[in-house]
Structures are given as C-alpha cells and as structure tokens.
C-alpha cells in the first residue's frame, strides 16, 4: 500500500501568496525526492535530500527534510503562475524502490 | 541526447488484447523503471530493472512483464489487457538511486 502520504491534494493561491506541501512516511526514509509536473508532462526532477534535518534552496523554492527523515517539505515563496503544476515527493525507504506520494496539484490565480 | 524516449504516444486496446510499451533511454543510465499514474494515486512503480538481465517487481506488478536484454532498453509488456490498467505509464531512467528521468507518457486506454 501507500507508504507516502502527501497533503494537500489540491491547494488554489492568489499570485504572490506563499504555498507549501507537506509529504510523510510510515517509515524512515533513506532519502526523499521532489518532481514537478505540468499539466500533461511528465515528472520533472527537482531535488534530492539525504541529510536528517537538510534544507536546501533554489531561488524562491525551500526544501526541507525532518530530522526524523520521515517527512519533508517543499515551500514556494511568492509564487507565480510558472509555478503551476502538481509537486510529487518520492521517498525511498532501502533498497531501490521510490514510493511516490499523491501530488499537491497547485493553481495560481493571477 | 534524446533522453528518455516511450512508444507509442497513445493507444487503445480491447480486453484481452495483449501489447509492448517501449522505453528506450541513450544516457548510459542502469537504473529504468515502469510507473502508471492514475488520477489521486500519484505515481505507482510496476517494474524495474538495475541492470541489464536483472529485473524485479515494484508495489503493482501483476498483469505486466519487463525484460532488460541491453542497457538502452526496458520494453512493458501487458499480458491480457483489462480496462482496470487504463492509465498513464511513464518510463523512467536514472544512474544509481539519483535523479530519475522520465519519458514523455504513454496514454493507454482499455476498453
């Protein structure tokens, strides 16, 4: 079954506004993956954290990793209608399977 | 480098039909795997391989095979088609346990 849970599922932010998206593990992760995807695209690599408690930066997008490694984050700052899509955290407990969560599909409203 | 290629782009099958999805990648990656995506499921892995001759199965294998006989490809195959495997499969490829990347889709309808 699910191992990742994701929230929201859907989450509507005027342009500017700041959105978050939160993933959670029943089981300690060995590291966690972020994708984007556009409306019919496919998953666009973001970042992979490792470290418990890493946090790391690109541009307006924040990425954090729980101390626990059984969570993470991913915060956009003043979002912009590029910004549009569905946020995929991807965690991998061992060995070599991912277990993806069920997206966060963002809307900007201009 | 052309990445991460699938055929085809779309098709529809009838139940029972059976069919090859194709993944090709170029980048030399020796980690490929299957997904289907289905609306509020996000993605589920069917099938993946860390090498050539070595496949295994992910969280929704059955009603699928995969064979890996080079580096470059990593062909899905749907035994008897049922209208419960109507999804969108990507093909993903990575080198170790990075970045994966992803092919453009392949919708599959089941009718």
Redesign the interface.
């Given at each position: 079954g699910?191992q990742v849970m994701?929230i929201p599922?859907y989450q509507h932010v005027q342009e500017g506004e700041d959105f978050t998206t939160y993933c959670n593990s029943s089981t300690t992760l060995s590291?966690i993956?972020w994708?984007k995807q556009r409306p019919g695209?496919?998953?666009?690599?973001l970042i992979?954290l490792v470290k418990s408690g890493e946090v790391k930066k690109q541009k307006r997008l924040t990425f954090q990793f729980g101390e626990a490694k059984k969570n993470s984050s991913l915060h956009i700052t003043a979002t912009q209608t590029t910004d549009v899509g569905t946020y995929?955290c991807?965690g991998?407990p061992t060995g070599?399977?991912?277990?993806?969560?069920?997206?966060t599909s963002l809307t900007v409203i201009p | 480098n052309a990445g991460v290629t699938q055929t085809p782009k779309f098709q529809v099958l009838k139940t029972g039909q059976s069919m090859t999805l194709q993944c090709a990648q170029d980048m030399n990656h020796e980690?490929m795997?299957w997904?289907r995506q289905d609306p509020?499921?996000?993605?589920?892995?069917i099938h993946?391989s860390?090498g050539a001759g070595i496949t295994?199965q992910?969280?929704v294998p059955n009603g699928y095979n995969v064979s890996r006989s080079t580096t470059e490809d990593f062909p899905l195959r749907l035994l008897s088609a049922a209208p419960s495997q109507t999804s969108v499969y990507?093909c993903?490829s990575s080198s170790s346990?990075?970045?994966?990347?992803?092919?453009?889709?392949t919708r599959l309808t089941v009718t």
């Open positions: 699910q994701q599922q590291n993956q994708y695209g496919h998953p666009v690599f992979q995929f991807a991998r070599n399977q991912f277990y993806f969560g069920t997206g | 980690y795997s997904y509020g499921m996000g993605l589920r892995l993946y860390v295994d992910g969280e990507f993903a346990r990075y970045e994966q990347y992803f092919g453009p889709g």
